[in-house]
């Protein structure tokens, strides 16, 4: 029996977590200096608003078509072109900031092209992890997942306030060189073609082996939807992930305009926005901790009542930099949800099902989430942040409370039992929560 290496010195997935890494950094770079750049474009949140939103349409539409091919093709090939052109991307809008050509359609079209990316770009390493990591050692891979996410953000967001302050080419600059670098780290990681145990062949009269047999991209998606909705208490669990992410990813252009309203620089808005990381950070940390606590339907619960008292607490009245301490809130208990939750699906689902489950998933959790920036900066335009930023919150608090009336969903821990099929009651599994 081979002894199992420990998680810190597998040096495949060390690779790919800091390509991840890397990668993840610039993304949060251009998330504060994206709007900022629009705003000062333009003058519209709304507008701003809309260029969110159509990244996001963008990733949903090719989404489920891009896990059933992340499960069909080479996928180290796949993970490395996806994110070579996604800093082919961010270099061309760099050059379009430098020269003063950029557009409202540019931005547009770009973050279209970079939700492409992504969209293939978030399969492959989901699939990755469970391809290079032992089943024992998830839990601490994921969580050393959700530690990058929220480290970045706690830098990203204020390195992007300082960066666009030196001149407002520089964050997308850096954004290409990042994913440059990721594109790299990932080539050295070696992350699987093909999964392991995928062998579904079929041998013919003279003995040899015919390539697997499958269906058509309709019907591999339906084979994966069919597998979820069969799960006990997924589908009240997807439902309130779903307004959650909806009421969640609205709350970003009202906070910034609420921090310039208070006489914040961009520098400052980075910085409050930094609170997210913070707490994040923190979660991911102490995710083993508080995931042993509760199951992961009472902790969506507490996340979504969490979530809405933090984010209506930024309203208060305390000057520009008061919102940053009930983000950390925000963000503190959410890492151990989504760490439980990865681990469960990395469990639970057919490894050359896997791509196919994460899209669905994540599409599952993000069909509303398209129209939370535009909410968002409809509701600052035309209330102002404070208001838009109470009236979110209070959103989030009802449906909390109208998520603790499902039965299923209060019970629902994610195991499984020999039938098959998740426990409900003391049992049941689940979407990601908005970071």
């Known amino acids: 029996m081979t002894d199992i290496v420990p998680l810190r010195r597998n040096v ?45 349409v963008a990733f949903l539409l090719v989404q489920i078509p891009a896990g059933v091919w992340v499960d069909r093709w080479d996928r180290r090939r796949t993970l ?31 973050a279209v092209l970079d939700a492409l990316c992504a969209a293939f770009i978030e399969p492959v390493l989901g699939t990755a992890v469970r391809g290079i990591v032992p089943t024992s050692q998830l839990h601490s891979a994921y ?12 830098a990203g967001p204020p390195l992007g306030g300082l960066l666009y302050g030196l001149g407002r080419a520089v964050p997308f600059v850096v954004d290409a060189i990042t994913f440059l670098a990721a594109t790299i780290f990932y080539a050295l990681a070696k992350v699987p073609r093909r999964p392991a145990n ?23 998606a339906v084979e994966a939807m069919t597998w979820l909705w069969r799960r006990r208490g997924l589908r ?39 609170g997210l990381g913070v707490g994040g950070l923190a979660g991911a940390l102490l995710s083993g901790r508080i995931g042993k606590l509760l199951p992961p339907g009472k902790l969506l619960l507490v996340v979504l009542t969490v979530f809405g008292a933090a984010l209506a607490a930024t309203a208060l009245p305390w000057g520009a930099w008061w919102p940053m301490v009930p983000l950390v809130f925000i963000t503190l ?11 469960v699906i990395a469990r639970m689902v057919p490894e050359e099902m896997l791509g196919r489950m994460g899209a669905i998933l ?28 109470v009236i979110l919150g209070g959103l989030i608090g009802m449906t909390a409370v109208i998520a603790a009336l499902s039965r299923e ?26 970071e």
């Open 12 to 56: 495949r997935f060390q690779l790919l977590w800091i390509g991840s890494a890397v990668s993840e950094l610039g993304s949060e770079l251009t998330r504060l200096a994206m709007p900022l750049l629009v705003l000062a474009l333009t003058g519209s949140p709304g507008l701003a608003g809309v260029v969110a939103g159509a990244r996001t």
């Open 80 to 110: 490395i072109s996806a994110q070579g052109l996604q800093a082919v991307v961010s270099a061309l809008l760099a050059a379009l900031v430098l020269t003063d050509q950029v557009q409202i359609w540019h931005f547009v079209t770009l």
């Open 143 to 154: 969580a050393q997942e959700e530690s990058r996410t929220h480290a970045a953000g706690l």
């Open 198 to 220: 995928e062998s579904r062949t079929s041998t013919r009269e003279d003995g040899e082996e015919q390539p697997p047999i499958r269906g058509g991209m309709r019907r591999e």
């Open 236 to 274: 009240e669990v997807t439902a309130a992930v779903m307004v959650l992410n909806l009421l969640g990813g609205a709350f970003l252009i009202p906070l910034i305009v609420l921090v310039g309203e208070r006489g914040g620089s961009a520098l400052t808005t980075g910085t409050v926005l930094a």
């Open 333 to 343: 208990s959410t890492p151990s949800l989504n760490v439980v939750l990865n681990v």
């Open 362 to 389: 994540s599409m599952g959790s993000m069909a509303l989430k398209p129209f939370g920036p535009v909410l968002g900066g409809a509701l600052a335009a035309a209330l102002g942040g404070a208001a838009a930023l």
């Open 409 to 434: 969903l209060r019970g629902f821990t994610g195991e499984v039992t020999p039938a098959g099929h998740d426990a409900v009651g003391p049992g049941a599994h689940a979407g990601q929560v908005p």
